[in-house]
């Protein structure tokens, strides 16, 4: 998959300390001291760097995804994914050394924070994406400050996480080259329409009762030419949780390693909105066995259905996800075909029917 990527914060990433995270309960995240946001609203913001912007726009005219960061202390990452016909792309965005977005410079994200898959049906235009909070603590929130945990959407979206505001624009549509002019760009920027404005608690994560909220909009058609609409939903959740109450399981994820072997049910549901794997508590498999080695990433493997296909996302792992043919940054889940995690654990897909 192609990506061009710029990180500010590039030459840091070989000294980086991914040992600390920002993962812990809600009455606790005001504690953790925070860099200054970019100063301004996202349209200033935007006027202040807009030949950044335009150049990133105008450089990638085919379908795709322009994904730009700024902070307090200026912009601190830009990302241009390209769409592939009924495949996807990703980024993950965090403080870890190994993520494509890699931002340090502010402790209340967390090592893997936000995961966005790029994903286009054949001779779809304009593209579609999601962002997905990976169970952190701290989510993200839309203009409005409203915190949320996964959104989908097929024109520009603006959001902040922690002190950062992101901006993403999906590439690939008719029309001229951005103008010069930052104030006609920015009214060029269609309208965020919220079809659900589903309200992130990161401390459900900590109490099984938090698992009740199960439905997964489907994916809308995009609004008139003046605005974006914009699916919200739940995020990644705990695949026994969202097992209750939804009828027989899809299938079930198989881990087997030196530690033995665990099978999880993984309903409809479950599968549209993510199972995570990995060894840490905001994990399926957290204090299993079964991944407890330390090459194991604390998360380490998204799966998640997209078009009705299920594939596995490496969530910027330390040691690596590989595929019998080399390693794996995306992928689609086929049965049968084993995906190695850190060459210590297997993870295999049995549908159910």
Known sequence: MTRSVWVHHEHERAQADNDGTAF???????????KSSPAGSFQEILRQHYPAFRKLLNDHREPGLALVVAGG??????VWLDAKENDINACIIGRHSSAEVFLPSDPAL?????????????DERPVRFRVLDLR????????????????????????????FAIYLFPTGRAGELWPEDPDVAWRMIPERAYLERESADP??????????????PQVQQAGHSGTTLVDSFPGPAFA??????????????????????????VSVNAARQGVL????????????????SDRLSRV???????????????TASTNGSWLPTGPLRTARVEPGRPIMLAGDASVEWRPFH
């Open 203 to 216: 401390a459900r994560w900590l109490v099984p009762a938090g698992g009740a909220r199960q439905v997964v």
């Open 24 to 34: 812990m309960p809600c009455a606790r995240v005001s504690a953790i001291p925070r």
């Open 136 to 163: 952190t603590a701290v989510a993200f929130a839309d203009e409005r400050g409203s915190r949320l945990e996964a959104v989908e959407a097929q024109g520009p979206l603006l959001l902040r996480c922690a002190s």
């Open 300 to 314: 380490h493997l998204l799966v998640i259905e997209i078009d009705g296909v299920l594939y596995a996302l490496d």
């Open 240 to 265: 026994s949780w969202v097992l209750q109450g939804c009828g027989p399981a899809r299938g079930e994820i198989v881990v087997r390693s030196a530690s033995g072997k665990v099978s999880l049910p």
């Open 110 to 122: 967390s090592l893997r924070q936000l995961a966005v898959i790029l994903h286009r049906c054949q």
């Open 277 to 292: 794997l990995g060894r840490y508590e905001r994990c399926d498999t957290a204090g299993l066995p079964v991944l407890s």
């Open 73 to 78: 202390e200026g912009l601190e990452a830009s």
